[in-house]
């Protein structure tokens, strides 16, 4: 299945749209995370427990999805494959276990946003852990910002018997 | 831009795949593959030497039934 070249270039501005969102939106959260570990006020800690679990629910989480998607999509629709090139492999397993970490992060997020919301005390001792899974996250983002772009050279196993297959069909 | 051109512009985007007959591991694959093995393995550790719990109840004291107590930072005055 090959995409026509305007689908394609659609397609590919849409990919590269949510993941530099997703990217900028996880230094939006660090710069959070940031703050609330560097201030004695209460009340700002309190704030960025909230703020985190919005810019968490409604920009990180629906931006790491459209990523997926328009990458799964971008995948399929071109020759590129999912699993032929190292590369794409890498980038799809680092995206599926980015977003997997996100959503399990995103559930200590909004208790810990409850607690702050509820209750007169905050959890400092939460956001080193914040510091943590978004740095982490940021780390990974890069890694496969860097592979999109370099697309390091080699074939998988299942890319290498595709491409033979297609060889021998031609001749 | 024209369709011509985009697809000229995909073809040499592809002729990258059709070049690639090689059958050795690249070096690049194995050396990502050992670092990622080795942070797999620091993150199981570092969940060991925490005492095994990640998520939301690790911030819930065990024998605190309405778990609402929570451990605040030296320093950080309550409202």
Redesign the interface.
Known sequence: MSM???T??FALTAHVTFSVGWLGAVIGFLVLVVTALST?D??T?RVAWFAMELIGWFAIVPLAFASLLTGLVMSLG???GLF???WVF?KLSLTVIATFVLL?NM??VS??AD?AAE????????MW?ELLHAGGGLLILLVITILSIY?????TRYG?RK?HQRQSKMS | MSNKELGREIDEDLGKIESESTTNTPRWVKMFGIIAIVLVLLVVLIMIISGGEHGPGRHIKSDDAVGQTLLIKEGIQQL
């Open positions: 026509a070249p305007r394609r270039k004695q209460t009340q800690v071109t020759k590129w032929r090139h190292y890498f399990l559930q200590t208790f810990l607690i209750s007169e005390s905050v959890d400092i001792t939460g852990g697309k390091p050279r080699g074939m290498l491409q």
